[in-house]
């Protein structure tokens, strides 16, 4: 059972994460929620993960490499390591200075593809990125939720090689889908699901809608 117990002290600033399969449109929503936050005169910061600073884009090629052979156990670390390097260079120090962050994925991917999809056990998974972490928490996780159809559809129109993990069968997508509706279920206050079928602009009004209360005391 995958439950909602991931907890810590709320910093200065907000983070903002955004979840879902490949092909939910993250990247996509992310980059419009960056931009409407701005225009409010509130400073955010846009991030991806694994990635963001230089060791971590380094990991981030390791990890998605298809060439490679990675086993359950070292994909979970390598993605903790590059966590733990993001929140080490960037998002603690923004968090401080007040900032919003908005980070393309996070903890939540690394419980619900390795936890569950590689059966690692999601609270030895919690575990792991707790301490890679140092218990930076997200004050809001926008969970995009669509179909396994949509999900193949949109990654063969991208018309781009296909990573080691987008290249996983159905049934280990499947397993991530319900890990994460189970995570949603378990924390909703924190985890928004949104309906990531819809036309972008509804993606992202729905979006904004979901942060709304996190932005007014940064904006003011």
Not at 39 to 60: D, M, N, T, W
Not at 94 to 119: C, K, N, P, T
Not at 157 to 165: A, F, S
């Amino acid at each position: 059972m995958v439950d909602g117990r991931y907890r810590a002290h709320v910093s200065e600033g907000r983070l903002i994460t955004i979840e879902g399969l490949d092909g939910a449109g993250k990247s996509t929503l992310a980059a419009k929620l960056a931009q409407a936050i701005a225009q409010r005169g509130v400073r955010v910061e846009l991030l991806r993960e694994p990635g963001g600073v230089a060791l971590s884009e380094r990991i981030r090629e390791l990890v998605k490499d298809p060439s490679l052979s990675v086993g359950g156990r070292a994909e979970a670390l390598l993605y903790a390591a590059a966590r733990a390097e993001l929140v080490h260079e960037r998002v603690r120090p923004l968090l401080e200075q007040g900032a919003i962050v908005l980070l393309d994925r996070f903890v939540d991917s690394s419980l619900a593809y390795q936890g569950a999809g590689r059966g690692l056990g999601v609270e030895q998974v919690r575990a792991i990125n707790l301490f890679a972490t140092g218990e930076v928490i997200p004050a809001r996780t926008l969970l995009l939720r669509i179909a396994p159809a949509t999900r193949r559809g949109r990654l063969h129109t991208r018309g781009e090689e296909r990573d080691r993990l987008e290249r996983e069968d159905e049934r280990f997508f499947a397993t991530i889908a319900t890990a994460y509706d189970e995570l949603a279920r378990a924390d909703p206050q924190r985890i928004r699901c949104i309906d990531g079928e819809q036309p972008p602009a509804r993606v992202l009004e729905q979006a904004l809608d979901e942060i709304e209360d996190l932005l007014p005391e940064l904006g003011d």
